[in-house]
């Protein structure tokens, strides 16, 4: 989730450089919600929390019309459980040694929005209301990350020399990557704090179309399994589940931000 949020931030920041010649009028970031609708919500019960950024400028410096991007993280799911495996180290029958390798295995259900938006807004006042029309994409994703426990209790200077962050990831894979259209509309309001601060209040009704996803209630019960290679001393890590198929459904959701709104 970090590296994602660092993403966002740095993509942002450039494209607000680059706004910053065509008389930029507001730039907001908040904590952003997500509920299930419809066939995704009889598919998934999980509520998802992210964060949510957004730009958005005025077609003519005085106009309650402008136009605008926003990006947002949310997670919907997550599910982590630490694992002990022992490695023997022999010969001729002789046990030599045994390594306990402690790890830690999460899988995560995650959700990426970027959308664009029309937003006609009360351009006066210390209440302005606003209404949006949204259009966009949805990228659904499940990620099971492997983590070595043992790199994180070494000192500090070994740590950093043989075990950076980079290093502690044993394996990780993507499961049912998938793509969704979605457009919709929001109803929102700015309450002004400041001359150039306000609070953004905002509620987003979003129809989605057709995405294969793994909901919590199936990747609570994977188990994670080592299966060795009959022709060599090589192995691989494998998720195991009777009930591993991912679902499909349109993506119809509400999504709620609460944040701040800054003028120029």
Not at 2 to 23: A, C, P, R
Not at 173 to 184: D, Q
Not at 239 to 248: L, S, T, V, W, Y
């Amino acid at each position: 989730m970090k590296n994602v949020i660092k993403t966002l931030v740095i993509s942002f920041v450039l494209f607000f450089s680059f706004l910053l010649d065509m008389q930029a009028q507001q730039f907001g970031i908040g904590g952003r919600f997500m509920k299930p609708m419809n066939d995704f919500a009889t598919n998934s019960q999980a509520v998802g929390g992210g964060v949510g950024m957004n730009f958005s400028v005025p077609f003519t410096p005085k106009s309650p019309l402008s136009f605008g991007f926003e990006a947002s993280y949310m997670l919907y799911g997550r599910h982590s459980r630490r694992m002990q495996e022992t490695f023997q180290i022999s010969t001729n029958n002789t046990v030599i040694a045994q390594i306990p390798i402690d790890f830690r295995v999460t899988t995560q259900n995650n959700l990426l929005n970027g959308l664009t938006f029309l937003r006609l807004q009360a351009p006066h006042g210390a209440v302005q209301p606003y209404i949006d029309a949204i259009g966009g994409l949805s990228f659904f994703y499940t990620r099971t990350r492997i983590i070595d426990r043992n790199a994180r209790n070494q000192p500090s200077n070994y740590y950093n020399q043989y075990y950076s962050p980079n290093n502690s990831l044993i394996a990780s894979e993507t499961h049912a990557a998938s793509i969704a259209l979605n457009y919709g509309g929001g109803l929102g309001v700015m309450v002004r704090l400041s001359e150039h601060i306000a609070l953004d209040l905002r509620g987003v009704y979003l129809l989605g179309g057709e995405a294969e996803y793994f909901d919590r209630s199936q990747t609570r019960n994977w188990e994670l399994e080592f299966v060795s290679n009959a022709n060599s001393q090589e192995g691989d890590f494998q998720i195991a589940d009777p009930g591993a198929a991912a679902k499909r459904s349109s993506t119809d959701m509400l999504q709620f931000t609460v944040g701040l709104s800054f003028t120029w």
